[in-house]
DNA sequence: TTGTAGGCGTTATCAT
DNA sequence: ATGATAACGCCTACAA
């Protein structure tokens, strides 16, 4: 059959070169040079052209070498969209944070990006802004891209994604998923271990007086990090005081005015245990706002670790988050599940006090305090499910 | 408080119910309902399907009706993939970070993703690690991804893509070009005006000593600055002191050890312009740990105005860069070369001196300083080429 | 208003 | 070792 596609073409080879006229009204893209066209200066057929450029064995090596060549000299790229058309796979994921210019989820992001890249996959970037309808129809716009798996950090929608999942038959794998209740494939952090480890470091300072600043309840990490708080409360045997436990909103600003609200309490705590380094950040502000030091009159924890903790002023103590390190785990993970593997479903990271100078003996006098144990204790660590 | 317990917790969740039955080798990807299926549900041929679902107006609102009921019942979702290959354009486009982990990549890269989805375009994400062998060959799988349009961040390879993307013949747009010249379609900062505001108002507050912590040389950013440094010297008639102008390496780590060496001087500075927030993180560590204050002893400045900056203590005197806001000029750019408009060539965003506390007057003494004028003078705005 | 007939750029399955 | 041919799922003529 002689070559029916040649159409109107003024044939000049490869299209790169001569300007196909089209008409000015809704310029369709121009083609890229294919497979068809490196058959055709080849003198062969396009399925060997194929083959010979995913170095299949069947194909006699000079020819192939041949074809290398003239396809390398024509600028031939593969199209990774016919190809995803045809074998059904995109060697594509993606990835759904709450909004990538937070810290945290930027440094799982990464973790991710790097572990999809070394496996040759592209991973698409999608913000939920923190809400479930907006993270569903995001998911939904992704399964239509036909990636072959997803991760959602902080997800709201968690185990509801189920009956979608379903329908849409693909892989998913959550990190930190505040939804409550359990989904199938996720990476947790031990909140409650780690708050809890937090609050008792701070009770074994002979803080009795410990507040707590929180999230936005109802999410499940904050739940979580509240209940290792009021555990650790309980094991000392100080009672849970509600007037202590304030709710902020996860960032500086909604953290800080909780903070005040502390600090206007007839009895104000000696300590405080922020859900995250963020809130930490707007409570210490809030706190020398009102004339107070850190850690002399009060001190402060954090959580995740973030890379800014350690340069602040006082170095902040907080509980480490091994964030990229979740994040390779998560993509690891999904790695799996896309291959048919079914792997390890819920994995559980353990966490990690790091003791810096934000924190101090209640009562302490102003000057230079000891650098505390520097804990390397894993908390809660352990995976479940394999 | 050590608590290594809840190890290896026997499994107990719900690992996936009745998962189908696949052949354990080499499993194809299950079919997706397509189009196909949808008609033959409805009665009808694939292509009116497809113009139901489009909602043109040649179709019997009746039929439409039914295919789509059909077709939702079915759970049908467009295949991204398949469209993008007859339409040949994908509605996506990729971005190229140094990394997602740095505060000021995944700022833009918000602006980005947000104008992006506004858009219907779906953003691929991808790392160059600050390295130009690894940027271009991220761009190249991009490329072969068939992005529509491209945007990089401190861009390695800059003006030297021009023979690439003659080939490859997708637009892009640059954020910070770090390549020394000038590169066709890019959002820069008035790196050059800001840098020198930052100066003089160092200069402004009586210091004559004010040193310059850069990044590594180089890059085109960090030569900017450097020159609105030198520039500010020179209009106040201050003799350039190459021992003053150190170079870090964009980072926390790497600044103190550079701004270490500024305080070992016979004559040590009483300012010092930081070439970005990063490195003041940096320098004010080390500068603490000499046991001297900010801004007492020391006047620090920075450049971006992370989101950090303003809860530092003391808050940090920086230039502000809208960063999402220029991630968002470049998306909206690429956009319009996109759709074939050629756009502004070359946009230069005015960059904004922020007056906090990180800076006083030379010889202050200790105590409560007054707010700065809080400058809100664009410096440097403007655009070329439209 | 609807159906028929390609074709987008690959890979896969047959032949030869 | 190589070539026809047929998908993959969608869209866009053009015909009915």
Known sequence: MAEKDVKKKTSSGAPGGGR???????????????????????????????????????????????????????????????????????????????????????????????AA???????FLANSNADAEHERKVVQALAERRVDGIIVTSS??????????????????????????????????ANEEGSRAATEYLIGMGHRRVAYVGDRSGYQTETERLEGYKRALAKAGIEFDAKLAVHGDGRPEGAAEAMEALLQLA????????????????????IRARGLRVPEDLSVTGF?????????????????????????????NLLKLMSGEDSVAQVKVGAELIVRKSTGRVGMKPGPQMRGTGGTQGLGAGRRNG
Chains 1, 2 share one sequence.
């Open 20 to 114: 196909r006229e089209v008409r000015p009204t809704k310029q369709q893209p121009s083609r890229q040079v294919s497979i068809k066209d490196i058959a055709r200066l080849a003198r062969v057929s396009h399925p060997t052209v194929s083959r010979a450029l995913q170095n299949s064995p069947l194909v006699n090596p000079a020819t192939a070498a041949k074809i290398r060549k003239i396809a390398e000299a024509a600028g031939y790229r593969p199209s990774a969209v016919a190809r995803g058309l045809v074998t059904r796979r995109t060697r594509t994921v993606g990835l759904v944070v709450t909004t990538v210019a937070d810290p945290f989820a930027s440094a799982v992001a990464c973790g991710i990006e790097q």
């Open 117 to 123: 890249n070394d496996h040759g996959y592209a991973v």
């Open 156 to 189: 709201r929608v968690g185990s509801d994604y189920l009956p979608m999942l379903a329908q849409l038959n693909v892989p998913m794998v959550l990190v930190n998923d505040q939804y409550p209740g359990e989904f199938v494939h996720s990476v947790m952090i």
């Open 267 to 286: 009895e104000p705590p000696t300590a405080v245990c922020c859900y995250n380094d963020m809130t930490a950040l707007g409570a210490m502000r809030a």
């Open 304 to 332: 995740d670790d973030l890379f800014f903790a350690e340069y602040l002023e006082p170095p902040l103590t907080t509980v480490r988050q091994p964030m990229r390190r979740m994040g390779e785990m998560a993509m690891e």
